[in-house]
C-alpha cells in the first residue's frame, strides 16, 4: 500500500478506504488551494495529519498552524485577497475566537476565494459545549455547505472552493465529529497538477474596499445579500442536493450530514419508506425546490441536528406559500441535543410516526465494563506539579482551571480546578474572583498553547490592574491535548526551525516581577516556590516547567538502542501508606486486595517522578526491563 503521502498526490483516478479529514486534503490538492491555515482542536487535527503525510517540498499548498483561529482566518484572508485560494481550518469552538473578523469576511471581495473548514462536535464528544455554528453563517451572510460522508467531504469542498471564488466570497464547509472521523471507500477521479502554478501576488486596492468604514457598510452589506441571492440561485445547479424518490406522497422527509446517513439506518426494511430530500447547501435556502417538496407531500418531517434552524425557515416559507403541508421536527420530537446517530433518529422516528416505524429496542447493557476516568498519562509533568502545588494550599484557596491535558487536574486526587471557561480565560476570571476577597487567596493555570492563544490578554491585564492573583504556566513545550502541535514556544513551526519566544522573557517583557520557575519534578521546590508567589502582593507567575511525556518517550522510543525503564516497588519497604495511589495518582500502581501495591510494566515509563511521592522510599530507581 502507497504512502498516505503518495495517494493525495496520485494522478490516476483511484479508489480508497480514507476519512474525511484525509478526502478533505485530497479535494484540497484537486481544487489548487494555495494557502492553508489552522489552529489544533477536535475533530479536524487529523486533517493536519494527512497535510504533514505530504512531503514538505511536493505540497501543492502553504500550510501552517497560526497562534490562534482568529489569526489563521486572518492569514487566510490575507492570502485570498491576494488572489489565491485559502483555506482556514478549526474546531466548532475555534469560530468563537475567530468572530471578530470572521463577520466581516462576506463583506470583501475574497479575489481567491477562502473555505471556512469548521469541526462542529455535536454531542460535545471533545468540546466544552456543542454551539451549532450555522447561527454564525446567518450572522455573517456567509453560505454553508455540509456533506455527510467522506465522498461528499471530497466533491462539496470543491464545489465550496468553485462558489467561493466565482463569487469572492467567504464558503463554510460544515463538518461534523461523524464526519471528520467516518470512514468510506472514496473513488476519487484523476487529476493532472497544473504544469504551472501562478502564485502570482494579485492584491489591488481597486478590488476593494478592504476599509469598512461606517459609510460603506450598508453597501458592503448589500453586495454581501446580493451574493447570497446569487448561492441560493445556484443551489439546485451545484447538484448537491438529492431527491431519494420512494415513490411516496404520504411522508417525506429533509435531511442533509449524519442525520442522513442516520435516517437511511433507522429506516432499514420499513416500508413504506418516505421520501428523502437530501441537502447540500444548508444555508441559504433553496426555497423553490423546498416548496415543491412540500407540496408534493401530506406531511414532511424535518430531521435537524443540533438547533431548529431549517425548521423555522421551513415552516415560516410554507405558512408565505400558503402550503398545507404538515410540517414536523424538533418542536414535535423534543430531541434538541446530541448526536443524531441511528438509534437516536429510530426512536424520533417512533414517537412521530408510531405506524410506520416500530419501538427501537431498549438496549440493556448487562455487560460489567469499567469505569475510564481521563487522566494523565504516566511521568506527566503535570501529575507531578499538580501533587506539589497542593501541598502549597489553603483549603479555602480558589483555583482556577484553564484549556488543556492539565484540566484534567481538577479530578481526585488533587482536586485543583474549581472553575473552568475556555481557552485562556483564567487569569480574567481569577481577576474578576480576586475582587473584594480578603481571605481567599486565588491561583489560576494555564497551558502554554494557550498563554499564546488567548492567555496573553487576561496575563496583561492581571498587570496592568493590579489583580492579586497567581497565574502557574504549565509549560511542557508542545499543545498537548489536541495531539502536540508546535507553537511559539517550541522553536519549530510546522514547516521546520522557527524563532522561539520564551514565556519567561515575554513576561519579563511585560513588566511582570514576581517570576519563579522549576521543572516540576522538583516537586518539593515548586511547593515552596508557589508558597512564595502566593505570598507576593499583586500578580505572580511561576512557570511549572517539564516536557510532555508522552510525546518525549514515543520520540525516544525510535532512538535506536532504547531501552525501556520502569520503577520498582521494594514490598519489604513499603508501609502500605498508598499516597502512589490515593495522592499521587499514577495510573501505573494498582492497589491489590491484599494492600500490595503492584505496577502495571504496560504503563511505567519508569521516569522516577513518583519516587519523592513514598515516604518511607519503597519506589525503587528505574531499572532497565531489558524488555
Ligand atoms: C478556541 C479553542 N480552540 C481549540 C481548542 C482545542 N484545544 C483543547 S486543549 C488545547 C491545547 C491546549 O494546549 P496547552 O495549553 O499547551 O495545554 P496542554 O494540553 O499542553 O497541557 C486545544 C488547542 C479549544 N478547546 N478551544
Known amino acids: 500500500m502507497k504512502s498516505m503521502g503518495e495517494m493525495l498526490l496520485r494522478r490516476e483516478a483511484f479508489a480508497e478506504i480514507v476519512m474525511g479529514n484525509t478526502a478533505l486534503v485530497r479535494a484540497m490538492v484537486v481544487a489548487g488551494t494555495q494557502v492553508v491555515t489552522a489552529y489544533p482542536g477536535s475533530p479536524t487535527p487529523e486533517i493536519a495529519t494527512a497535510i504533514l503525510s505530504i512531503p514538505a517540498d511536493r505540497r501543492p499548498f502553504y500550510f501552517e498552524f497560526s497562534t490562534n483561529e482568529k489569526v489563521a482566518t486572518e492569514v487566510a484572508y490575507g492570502a485570498s485577497v491576494n488572489g489565491h485560494l485559502a483555506t482556514v481550518f478549526f474546531k466548532s469552538v475555534g469560530l468563537n475566537v475567530a468572530a471578530d473578523t470572521f463577520v466581516q469576511l462576506s463583506l470583501m471581495n475574497l479575489m481567491g476565494g477562502l473555505v471556512v473548514v469548521l469541526g462542529d462536535d455535536p454531542g460535545a464528544n471533545s468540546s466544552q459545549n456543542e454551539q451549532d455554528n450555522r447561527h454564525y453563517a446567518q450572522l455573517a451572510y456567509t453560505p454553508v455547505i455540509e456533506p455527510a460522508d467522506p465522498a461528499e467531504v471530497y466533491s462539496f469542498y470543491i464545489e465550496a472552493a468553485r462558489l467561493s471564488r466565482q463569487l469572492r466570497m467567504p464558503v463554510i464547509l460544515r463538518l461534523t465529529t461523524h464526519v471528520c472521523h467516518a470512514k468510506q471507500k472514496v473513488r476519487f477521479p484523476a487529476w493532472q497538477p497544473p504544469a504551472q502554478v501562478d502564485r502570482t501576488p494579485r492584491f489591488d486596492v481597486g478590488n476593494g474596499p478592504y476599509i469598512p468604514l461606517p459609510f460603506s457598510v450598508p453597501e458592503l452589506k448589500q453586495r454581501a445579500l446580493g451574493r447570497l441571492e446569487a448561492v441560493r440561485g445556484q443551489a439546485v445547479a451545484c447538484g448537491l442536493h438529492r431527491f ?50 412540500l407540496d408534493e407531500h401530506q406531511e414532511v418531517l424535518v430531521l435537524e441536528e443540533l438547533d431548529d434552524l431549517l425548521e423555522k425557515e421551513i415552516k415560516a416559507k410554507a405558512y408565505d406559500l400558503g402550503l398545507r403541508t404538515k410540517i414536523v421536527g424538533k418542536l414535535d420530537a423534543g430531541d434538541w441535543i446530541g448526536e443524531y446517530t441511528a438509534d437516536k ?66 479530578l481526585p486526587p488533587y482536586e485543583l480546578g474549581q472553575l473552568l471557561m475556555c481557552m485562556g480565560a483564567s487569569p480574567g476570571i481569577g481577576a ?5 476577597n480578603t481571605n481567599r487567596r486565588v491561583l489560576v493555570f494555564m497551558g502554554d498553547s494557550t498563554f499564546y492563544h488567548a492567555g496573553l490578554p487576561g496575563t496583561i491585564n492581571a498587570l496592568h490592574n493590579r489583580h492579586n492573583l497567581t497565574m502557574i504556566v504549565m509549560e511542557n513545550g508542545t499543545t498537548a491535548m489536541t495531539g502536540h502541535q508546535d507553537h511559539a514556544g517550541s522553536g519549530r513551526n510546522i514547516n521546520g526551525p522557527a524563532p522561539k519566544l520564551p514565556i519567561r522573557k515575554i513576561l519579563e517583557g511585560l513588566g511582570v516581577e514576581a517570576i519563579f520557575e522549576t521543572d516540576t ?104 526491563t531489558g524488555a
Open 432 to 436: 474578576g474572583m480576586s475582587l473584594f
Open 244 to 293: 431519494v424518490d420512494h415513490g411516496n406522497r404520504q411522508r417525506g422527509v429533509i435531511a442533509w450530514g449524519l442525520p442522513f446517513l442516520s435516517l437511511l439506518d433507522a429506516l432499514g426494511d420499513v416500508q413504506p419508506k418516505p421520501d428523502i430530500l437530501k441537502l447540500g447547501i444548508v444555508y441559504p435556502l433553496d426555497h423553490g425546490q423546498i416548496a415543491a417538496f
Open 521 to 624: 519534578y522538583q516537586q518539593r521546590q515548586l511547593t515552596d516556590l508557589v508558597r512564595k508567589a502566593m505570598a507576593v502582593e499583586g500578580f505572580s507567575v511561576v512557570i511549572a516547567r517539564h516536557p510532555c511525556m508522552l510525546k518525549f518517550t514515543r520520540e525516544a522510543r525510535r532512538k535506536p538502542g532504547f531501552e525501556p525503564r520502569r520503577v520498582d516497588i521494594d514490598q519489604e519497604t513499603c508501609e502500605r501508606i498508598h499516597a502512589c495511589v490515593a495522592v499521587f495518582g499514577c495510573p501505573t500502581f494498582t492497589r491489590l486486595p491484599d494492600g500490595q501495591i503492584e505496577i502495571n510494566p504496560d504503563l511505567c515509563i519508569g521516569d522516577g517522578s513518583c519516587i519523592q511521592t513514598c515516604p518511607t522510599q519503597a519506589i525503587t530507581k528505574p531499572a532497565k
Open 345 to 410: 433518529v429510530k426512536g424520533i422516528l417512533h414517537k412521530l410516526w408510531p405506524d410506520l416505524v416500530p419501538a427501537p429496542p431498549e438496549i440493556a447493557l448487562n455487560v460489567a465494563v469499567p469505569d475510564r476516568p481521563p487522566q494523565m498519562c504516566p511521568g506527566c509533568g503535570h501529575r507531578s506539579a499538580f501533587h506539589a502545588i497542593k501541598q502549597a494550599l489553603a483549603a479555602d484557596d480558589i483555583t482556577v482551571a484553564d484549556i488543556g491535558c492539565h484540566t484534567l487536574g481538577y
